[in-house]
């Protein structure tokens, strides 16, 4: 608000401030307007109509475009506001603190002068410190190893010299940790092999694509028995997570892509303060049929929670030979099945049938973090009688509902698969649902995305063994379990280096 004793008395310039206010004001209607689009458009990505929202994939692609329009609008209004008037900006969303393990810098900048104006001397009564996040490019270097000979001047019996050390590449130019480096950046960063040799180029390196490919293919192989040491370890638990996803193969000589399928095991025992380390195995197999589930199961007898893919009701079919498997299943699911017809209109039973959903994960929240023991007492006491008159209500309204509309087709499929749903109640262990391995797979499309797809079988093999070490390493939050204690040195050097990559990204 201007002060009138503060304007001038003459009217020249008077005209200048008020033509200089409109302006102003012209100035910020624009950039309202601008906002007010951006912010449509951020609504029309995240809540339009299904037809018309963002893939979920790209959905962070197209935030960060919003996000950088708007704060480019913030400084364009912060430019335009007088000087001393300035509002203090909001602070950034998960800004946070910096994390203490990153080294320090420290820059001091002293006063002109420690004299007072007085004459006196200045003393030292304290200062004001700020962190501010700064990077160096990545740098690539050369290690030069030089192993001397030695020999005796007083006899020709021998030449002395250490032995050549072990390698992951016999003869190659690469260490473990720039394979580690080029592993990481393509099935953790997403990050083609032809995009970073084009990075490295920029930096007088000339390495042909074909050659890093060569270092991930002998890799794979070297890592192949830590892969084999982590899914074993997997089906020593009693308790599992499963699912599949797409993994489509050029298939040799047709021109044309093939779908293959990465199926997902994964184990996450830390909502219960489970002992045993989380982890994921990828396998790839030519198809999706429940065969290869079995195949991959072999030798594990416990509770696996999936979603409904029929593929799996061969695990408990009454003629099957093998270790006891018990199949939990998956409340997301079932709760995105009705979502989806609350989203054609107004679906008053979907509506209550979500919300009744919502309730038991209202308590799952509640109970998070706590022990089997105590989950399952939580769960009998609060989540049991809500179930049982959910049922009644599946129940009622499946009487009523035509079976071949959608709300009678979702209705049945929550009916199915009822006894599985139910299990979570008899095991502190077991899940709500199955996002514990579902998370673990957006990487895996989101690579699929940019890839496009495997080149070979064994391509498709070598991916899934690195994205299984690179996922669990992610999953054990910078914790790293060494399955390559009885393998070569330069696998133990990769694997180190692969978990040393992830921890510091």
């Known amino acids: 608000m ?27 209607d624009e950039r ?69 393990h990153l080294s320090r810098i420290e820059e001091i900048i002293e006063p002109e002068s420690l004299v007072c104006v007085c004459g006196g001397c200045l003393h030292y009564i304290g200062e004001d410190a700020s962190e501010r996040l700064d990077v160096i490019p990545a740098q690539f270097r050369v290690i030069v190893t030089r192993r001397p000979k030695y020999a005796c001047r007083a006899c020709t019996d021998g030449v002395a010299q250490a032995p050549a050390p072990a390698r992951l590449i016999h003869a190659g130019l690469p260490t473990e940790a720039t394979i580690a480096h080029v592993l990481v950046s393509k099935y953790a960063d997403h990050l083609p092999l032809y995009r970073q040799a084009q990075i490295m180029s920029r930096q007088g390196i000339d390495l042909d694509r074909s050659t890093l490919a060569d270092w991930v293919g002998r890799a794979a192989f070297e890592l192949r028995p830590v892969f084999d040491a982590l899914i074993a370890d997997l089906k020593r638990s009693t308790k599992l997570f499963m699912d599949e996803t797409r993994a489509p193969v050029l298939d040799p000589g047709s021109r044309k892509t093939k779908t293959g399928y990465f199926w997902a095991l994964a184990r996450d025992d830390r909502p219960w303060g489970g002992g045993a380390p989380p982890g994921v195995a990828f396998t790839y197999a030519p198809g999706r049929g429940g065969q290869h589930a079995e195949r991959i199961l072999q030798g594990f007898t416990g509770i696996l929670q ?42 008053p039973i979907a509506e209550e049938g979500v919300k009744r959903i919502g309730e038991l994960y209202r308590i799952e929240a509640e109970l998070r973090g706590l022990t089997s023991e105590a989950r399952l007492v939580g769960r009998q006491e609060r989540s049991a009688p809500l179930v049982a008159n959910m049922r009644t209500w599946l129940t009622q309204h499946r009487a009523r509902v035509a079976g071949k509309s959608p709300l009678g087709e979702a209705l049945a499929y929550i009916a199915k698969y009822w006894d599985g749903l139910g299990i979570f109640l008899t095991d502190g262990r077991i899940e709500i649902d199955n996002n514990s391995v579902e998370r673990t797979i957006r990487p895996i499309a989101l690579n699929r995305k940019n890839a496009l797809f495997a080149g070979h079988d064994a391509g498709a093999e070598n991916w899934a063994t690195i994205a299984s070490l690179i996922e669990t390493c992610l999953c054990r939050a910078r914790h790293k379990h060494d399955y390559a204690d009885r393998r070569t040195m330069p696998v133990n050097q990769l694997f180190a280096n692969v978990s040393g990559t992830i921890a510091v990204a």
């Open 306 to 347: 999936v979603d409904g893919y029929a593929g799996y009701n061969r695990l408990i079919a009454p003629d099957r030979f093998g270790p006891d498997i018990r199949l939990a299943y998956c409340w997301a699911h079932a709760r995105r099945k009705l979502v989806e017809i609350t989203r054609t209109g107004s679906a």
């Open 2 to 28: 201007l002060d009138a004793a503060y304007l001038p008395d003459d009217i020249a310039a008077l005209k200048a401030m008020l033509i200089a206010a409109q302006a102003r004001e012209v100035r910020k």
């Open 32 to 100: 309202i307007e601008r906002l007010e689009k951006l912010v449509a458009a951020f609504k029309q990505a995240a809540f339009g109509r299904k037809s018309e929202k963002a893939d979920p994939e790209q959905f962070d692609l197209a935030l960060e475009d919003l996000e950088t329009a708007i704060a480019a609008v913030h400084a364009e209004d912060e430019a335009d506001t007088p000087s001393g008037k300035q509002h203090a900006r909001q602070r950034a969303a998960n800004r946070g603190s910096l994390p203490a």
